[in-house]
Structure formats: structure tokens, C-alpha cells
T-cell receptor, first 113, second 116 residues
Framework: KAGVTQTPRYLIKTRGQQVTLSCSPI?????VSWYQQTPGQGLQFLFE???????NKGNFPGRFSGRQFSNSRSEMNVSTLELGDSALYLC????????????FGEGSWLTVV | AQTVTQSQPEMSVQEAETVTLSCTYD???????LFWYKQPPSRQMILVIR??????QNATENRFSVNFQKAAKSFSLKISDSQLGDTAMYFC?????????????FGKGTKLTVNP
């Protein structure tokens, strides 16, 4: 059974550009959530999608957005990139009932220069 | 808002010995879940162990076990017979019930080094 797949794994962007990261959840999982990991702030929750609806959102500016498709695949977008957006972005999936085990992908490394 | 505190930024242990990582949390909820995740240098988060707050029995997974003290809001991880492959960052995480949403709140992590 395939795990959570994130693409691209590594990318470098310039300040002011936008980026789209993709996540394919484990088959059968309906919940996809995103986390940002930085050395200074640690792991922070961005948002969670369940059945194409955003179910929860973290404390991030509106430049961070996401969506989920009918096949549960999800994308997150960051517009007008800032240097501080450089981070490891982790996608996670689960069946979506509270308390289910959440499985993580290998992450997308974003560097903003 | 829930918070999770890991008071040990770094720890080391000799191979085959036992080590305990500490975690405390703050919540007003009565039902919730607690997790320990391991993040090796590859950076993939791997679930180590999961505890349901309404279960008094401490969870165990092979060499990994927890000491869950609900009243004290404490959730420590014990690793027995430490192996070199246990070297990693360990994160304690809390999940409450917020309209069914699955949101993990993580601690800052403990960097564990297992020495040969």
C-alpha cells in the first residue's frame, strides 16, 4: 500500500513568486492536512481538508491556501513568497475520524531566495 | 488553546540502555489523543505510539512504552534496549476534538542520540 506522496520534493523559488505543492494521500484516506516545519517555529498546522472542504485552519496569512479534489488529493499554494516561507512542508493523511492515526509524507523542501 | 511542552531539547543514551523522554500538555478537554512521532534525518515523520486519553492502560509498542498520567497532563515515552536506529528527533503531539477536525499540536521536539 503506497504511503503519502508529496511532490515536488525540493524546490527553490524567488521572493514574490508563488508555489504549488501537491499531496496524494494513502488510498481510502479522506482527510489531508498540511504542516510547516521550520527550525525556529517547529511544526505548525496550516490547514486540514476533509471531503473537499476545509475543516480547520491554522494561524497563517491568507497567502497560504489549499484545496482538496474529489479523489482526496490536495494542493497547497503560497503566493507572494517571502524568505520566511522557507521550510519543510509536510502533508499528512488519515481516514478523517478524530483520533485516527495520521500518516505523513516525506515533505517538500521549499527554499525562497 | 492546547500546548505541548517537551522540556529536554537533547538527550543521549548508550546502545542497549533505557531512556525516557518527557512531555507535558495543557488542555481543558477530557477526551483527546496523544502521540509520539519520530523524525529521523530523512525528515519523514513516523508514528511511534498512540494513546487514547479515556484509556487508563498505558500504550506499548515493542520496545516503546508510555507513562500516561492524565491528572498531571504528562505523557512520557520510554525506549528500552535503545538501538542506533532510534537516533532521531522525537515529537510529542496532542489531538483534541474540534468539530471532528484532526489537528495535531506538536511540542518542540527532543533530539535523541544513541551512542554505540
Amino acid at each position: 500500500k503506497a504511503g503519502v506522496t508529496q511532490t515536488p520534493r525540493y524546490l527553490i523559488k524567488t521572493r514574490g513568486q508563488q508555489v504549488t505543492l501537491s499531496c496524494s494521500p494513502i488510498s481510502g484516506h479522506r482527510s489531508v492536512s498540511w504542516y510547516q516545519q521550520t527550525p525556529g517555529q517547529g511544526l505548525q498546522f496550516l490547514f486540514e481538508y476533509f471531503s473537499e472542504t476545509q475543516r480547520n485552519k491554522g494561524n497563517f496569512p491568507g497567502r497560504f491556501s489549499g484545496r482538496q479534489f474529489s479523489n482526496s488529493r490536495s494542493e497547497m499554494n503560497v503566493s507572494t513568497l517571502e524568505l520566511g516561507d522557507s521550510a519543510l512542508y509536510l502533508c499528512a493523511s488519515s481516514f478523517g475520524d478524530s483520533g485516527n492515526t495520521i500518516y505523513f509524507g516525506e515533505g517538500s523542501w521549499l527554499t525562497v531566495v | 488553546a492546547q500546548t505541548v511542552t517537551q522540556s529536554q531539547p537533547e538527550m543521549s543514551v548508550q546502545e542497549a540502555e533505557t531512556v525516557t523522554l518527557s512531555c507535558t500538555y495543557d488542555t481543558s478537554e477530557n477526551n483527546y489523543y496523544l502521540f509520539w512521532y519520530k523524525q529521523p534525518p530523512s525528515r519523514q515523520m513516523i508514528l511511534v505510539i498512540r494513546q487514547e486519553a479515556y484509556k487508563q492502560q498505558n500504550a506499548t509498542e515493542n520496545r516503546f512504552s508510555v507513562n500516561f498520567q492524565k491528572a498531571a497532563k504528562s505523557f512520557s515515552l520510554k525506549i528500552s534496549d535503545s538501538q542506533l536506529g532510534d537516533t532521531a528527533m522525537y515529537f510529542c503531539a496532542f489531538m483534541g476534538f474540534q468539530g471532528g477536525s484532526e489537528k495535531l499540536v506538536f511540542g518542540k521536539g527532543t533530539k535523541l542520540t544513541v551512542n554505540p
